[in-house]
Nanobody, 126 residues
Framework: QVQLVESGGGFVQAGGSLRLSCVAS????????MAWFRQAVGKERELVAGITWSGGSTFYGDFVKGRFTISRDNAKNTVFLQMTSLEPEDTAVYYC???????????????????WGQGTQVTVSS
């Protein structure tokens, strides 16, 4: 059974930074792309960032504008999201997700992701 467990959310002032982590279990982590999505109150879930199984390619939502970095440590079955220059508009629940298919290489559409974590709240104050 695939499990994704996020951590690292919290409360931060505008301009601050946070680092989210997601530990995966239940299958061979190295074979699967990973992604971070977010959902703010009253809004649809949107892609924040995705990373291929090897870490060799990354993809970001347009709003990121160089502020966030996704990375992974395959030895630790963990994917990270380093967030800097946070804005109040970044306030949302952040979810770790992964597709069913191994060696996925796509545009990280929400519907393509079969496994989701429980989410971690990020709140940015102005």
């Amino acid at each position: 059974q695939v499990q994704l467990v996020e951590s690292g959310g919290g409360f931060v002032q505008a301009g601050g930074s946070l680092r989210l982590s997601c530990v995966a279990s239940g299958r061979t982590f190295d074979y699967y792309a990973m992604a971070w999505f977010r959902q703010a109150v009253g809004k649809e879930r949107e892609l924040v960032a995705g990373i291929t199984w090897s870490g060799g390619s990354t993809f970001y939502g347009d709003f990121v504008k160089g502020r966030f970095t996704i990375s992974r440590d395959n030895a630790k079955n963990t994917v990270f999201l380093q967030m800097t220059s946070l804005e109040p508009e970044d306030t949302a629940v952040y979810y770790c997700a992964s597709p069913e298919d191994s060696f996925y290489s796509g545009a990280y559409q929400t519907y393509e992701h079969d496994y989701w974590g429980q989410g971690t709240q990020v709140t940015v104050s102005s």
